[in-house]
């Protein structure tokens, strides 16, 4: 822009005035376009358009979460929610926020464990199993009497924000 004004300024097309309110206005439109990056930014985090997806599926009905032993609701059973967070099933909910990204033009590229790992690096999960002999992001929880391998997240992670 500098050097632009400074042409512009050498060839006399504007002069200092008009220079001036040529820079200033530049200005106010980069630090725009830099405050709507976040938000650009925001939506090209895999974890949160994974986040997003899957609340667009609860509250379109494509999908459901509950309680144990509650009545399921409709669509693709994703998992539970306990009083010590929310429990998915990963590969399900992966393939059901794939589905729902794609039918939109904008696929979520990535694989279960890539997205597993983000949501570890994100704070997202309330337990893991990276502790054990045999590590894995996923745990093993007792849920209606069988034992389900799931994602253990935070209660928020499906809270509409």
Same mark, same amino acid.
């Given at each position: 822009?500098?050097?632009?004004?400074?042409?512009?300024?050498?060839?006399?097309?504007?002069?200092?005035?008009?220079?001036?309110?040529?820079?200033?206005?530049?200005?106010?439109?980069?630090? #725009?376009?830099?405050?709507?990056?976040?938000?650009?930014?925001?939506?090209?985090?895999?974890?949160?358009?994974?986040?997003?997806?899957?609340?667009?599926?609860?509250?379109?009905?494509?999908?459901?979460?509950?309680?144990?032993?509650?009545?399921?609701?409709?669509? *693709?059973?994703?998992?539970? *929610?306990?009083?010590?967070? *929310?429990?998915?099933?990963?590969?399900?909910?992966?393939?059901?926020?794939?589905?729902? #990204?794609?039918?939109?033009?904008?696929?979520?590229?990535?694989?279960?464990?890539?997205?597993?790992?983000?949501?570890?690096?994100?704070?997202?999960?309330?337990?893991?199993?990276?502790?054990?002999?045999?590590?894995?992001?996923?745990?093993?929880?007792?849920?209606?009497?069988? *034992?389900?391998?799931?994602?253990?997240?935070?209660?928020?992670?499906?809270?509409?924000?």
């Amino acid at each position: 822009l500098e050097q632009w004004m400074s042409f512009a300024r050498e060839i006399e097309a504007v002069d200092e005035d008009q220079a001036a309110a040529l820079e200033e206005r530049a200005g106010v439109a980069v630090m #725009a376009a830099i405050s709507d990056q976040a938000q650009y930014l925001e939506s090209a985090d895999p974890v949160e358009r994974y986040r997003n997806l899957l609340r667009e599926a609860i509250s379109s009905g494509k999908a459901h979460v509950c309680a144990p032993g509650e009545e399921p609701g409709p669509g *693709t059973h994703l998992g539970w *929610t306990f009083p010590d967070g *929310t429990y998915l099933y990963p590969d399900v909910s992966l393939s059901l926020a794939k589905h729902m #990204a794609e039918a939109v033009g904008n696929p979520l590229p990535f694989s279960g464990q890539t997205m597993n790992k983000r949501l570890s690096e994100g704070g997202w999960l309330v337990a893991t199993n990276l502790d054990k002999k045999r590590k894995s992001i996923p745990v093993r929880k007792r849920v209606e009497g069988r *034992t389900e391998t799931v994602l253990h997240l935070k209660s928020e992670f499906l809270e509409q924000g």
